[in-house]
């Protein structure tokens, strides 16, 4: 089974009028006016980065040529691919299909993609929150975690480390829904995450522990 995990440091990317242009044309209309609809340039400059990485992986771990790819998206919002549908024979049986997902925020955009299993993805920028202290804004944010998720969120150590906690939960939270493709309407409470206790480092993948869904 194939398994891909790419990430972009847009951040690092700062392309000039024609590279721009060129980029555009490199994606579908409707995905470059999507673009065009970003207020801040730094959040159009990670969309298209994020839409030329999902591209790339169709082409390079797919086989499909550039040109001939159709990505559309599910009513939810979650992307697949329409085109081309490849005809196979008795004798060359079909692979299992490909899964993939994309985020960005801050300085990164994120790709996430297996074969024969859903995937989805999310990255968060560990920040303050702008306007409220890190005891209210997790008030506000109370009914999206379980009783356990808030004992370990809250029990993290300082304020930072219980920030990085609770988005590493939303995180994962986001990944989920999004895998299952039914957005934003899912109770996120039905979900529960276990957290392995190993502190994350760079370079390192770290997975749950394990998930209760209910």
């Not at 989805?120 to 409220?132: L, N």
């Amino acid at each position: 089974m194939g398994s891909v995990r790419w990430a972009f440091r847009c951040g690092s990317w700062s392309p000039s009028r024609s590279d721009w242009l060129l980029a555009a044309r490199c994606v579908q209309p409707e995905e470059r006016d999507r673009i065009g609809q970003f207020v801040f340039a730094k959040d159009a400059k990670s969309a298209m980065a994020g839409r030329l990485l999902l591209r790339r992986f169709v082409c390079e771990k797919m086989g499909i040529p550039w040109s001939e790819i159709r990505l559309e998206r599910s009513p939810r919002g979650k992307p697949y691919l329409a085109a081309p549908l490849k005809v196979r024979s008795d004798f060359d049986p079909e692979p299992p299909a490909w899964s993939f997902n994309l985020s960005h925020q801050g300085d990164y955009a994120v790709l996430a993609a297996e074969q024969g299993l859903q995937v989805g993805v999310d990255i968060m920028k560990t920040e303050m929150p702008g306007s409220s202290t890190v005891p209210g804004f997790f008030r506000i944010m109370t009914r999206q975690f379980t009783a356990y998720e808030w004992s370990v969120i809250q029990s993290a150590g300082p304020e930072h480390q219980q920030l990085a906690t609770f988005y590493r939960h939303w995180a994962l939270k986001e990944s989920f829904i999004k895998a299952i493709g039914t957005g934003l309407g899912f109770n996120l409470q039905r979900v529960e995450f276990h957290l392995s206790s190993e502190p994350l480092t760079q370079g390192r993948t770290a997975a749950p522990d394990q998930d209760a869904s209910r």
